[in-house]
């Protein structure tokens, strides 16, 4: 029993001493910082949000396009986050109404038409929908 109890202090001390070596390299300071050139990008445009062409995110500006009557180009895909809604509300539940009380994966996704942003929520088989008043 001893010769387990003395390995077990000797597991932990080695445990807590690993993180007291010194780095390997410094880092550098105001005296050894080497001053490297900038790269400006060179078109103002921004990269694309992984997952905007997804037939998820493509029914979701067709959606908001549509009831806002414009063309697609002026929705811009700001964010697609993919969740697991807590319940079948989808992040979106309204009062008065029943859910189930399942979990169910989906996506969020934000839009933007000039100044104004929406969110969209999707899940299970159904397709995206306008969430104005998110919960979740």
Not at 12 to 34: I, K, R, S
Request: with cysteine; glycine share 10%; aromatic share 4%.
């Amino acid at each position: 029993m001893n010769g387990v109890r003395t390995w077990l202090v000797a597991a932990v001390l080695g445990l807590a001493l690993t993180g007291c070596g010194e780095d390997a390299a410094p880092a550098p300071t105001d005296e050894t910082a080497e001053e490297s050139p900038v790269d400006e990008p060179t078109t103002s445009e921004t990269a694309p949000v992984p997952g905007a062409d997804s037939p998820v995110v493509v029914a979701a500006i067709d959606d908001l396009a549509s009831r806002l009557g414009v063309e697609a180009e002026a929705v811009e895909v700001l964010d697609v986050q993919e969740v697991t809604w807590s319940d079948g509300s989808k992040g979106c539940a309204k009062k008065g109404m029943s859910y189930t009380m399942s979990m169910v994966d989906g996506s969020r996704i934000t839009l933007q038409v000039d100044d104004t942003t929406y969110e969209y929520h999707s899940g299970g088989s159904g397709p995206p929908f306008l969430c104005e008043r998110p919960t979740q």
